[in-house]
Every structure is written in structure tokens, then in C-alpha cells.
């Protein structure tokens, strides 16, 4: 089994995660990045540290730290009601549903 295709067999199963479960979704993606590499280990796919190099180079943290911030903002915003709440305050401030809704 090659590296590559243990990588897309769990981001497949986070992927499934994130459009099934409601909690904890950021912290399922770090856990999941985090699997992958122990099972490529495992696995004997992990041909050392110039592997770990390549990998990480072609990974692009900043994308990666944009989605779990996303995911970690919304996660707040849903237990805290905030969204609700909004909508909720401008339905009860609009003439109608179809105002509220532009």
C-alpha cells in the first residue's frame, strides 16, 4: 500500500466525518492528518525523514490552518446560538419572510 493511497483512504473518512457529524470537526482533521502519517509509518510506506521533507513540502499549511480556523469559528458561532439568534432578530424586524430573506 503506498503512501498516497493511505493519505486519500482517510481524508475520504474525514471528509465523510465533516459532512456527517455536527462536533468537533477541526479537531477531527488534525487527528486524522496526524493517523495518516502513523499508518503510512506502520505500514513500512515511510522511507524516512528526506520522505517526511517531501511530504511536507508539498503540503500547504496555510490552506490547511484556513479550514480549521473556518471550522473552528463556525463550531463556536453554532453552540453559541449566535446565528439563530441573528436570524431570529431579523425576521422579527422585517415586514415579511421574503424581506428577511434578502
Known amino acids: ?12 473518512f474525514a471528509y465523510v466525518y465533516i459532512a456527517t457529524a455536527h462536533k468537533k470537526r477541526g479537531l477531527a482533521i488534525w487527528i486524522t492528518a496526524g493517523l495518516a502519517v502513523v499508518f503510512t509509518i ?3 510506506c515511510f522511507a524516512g525523514l528526506g520522505e517526511l521533507a ?4 508539498g503540503i500547504n499549511f496555510s ?6 480556523g473556518i471550522l473552528l469559528i463556525a463550531e463556536v458561532l453554532i453552540e453559541t446560538g449566535v446565528p439563530g439568534y441573528l436570524a431570529g432578530h431579523i ?3 422585517s415586514k415579511n419572510y421574503g424581506h428577511a430573506a434578502i
Open 42 to 44: 506502520i505500514f513500512g
Open 54 to 57: 517531501s511530504i511536507a513540502g
Open 63 to 68: 490552506v490547511l490552518l484556513i479550514f480549521s
Open 91 to 93: 425576521v422579527s424586524r
Open 1 to 12: 500500500m503506498t503512501s498516497g493511497l493511505i493519505f486519500s483512504l482517510f481524508f475520504v
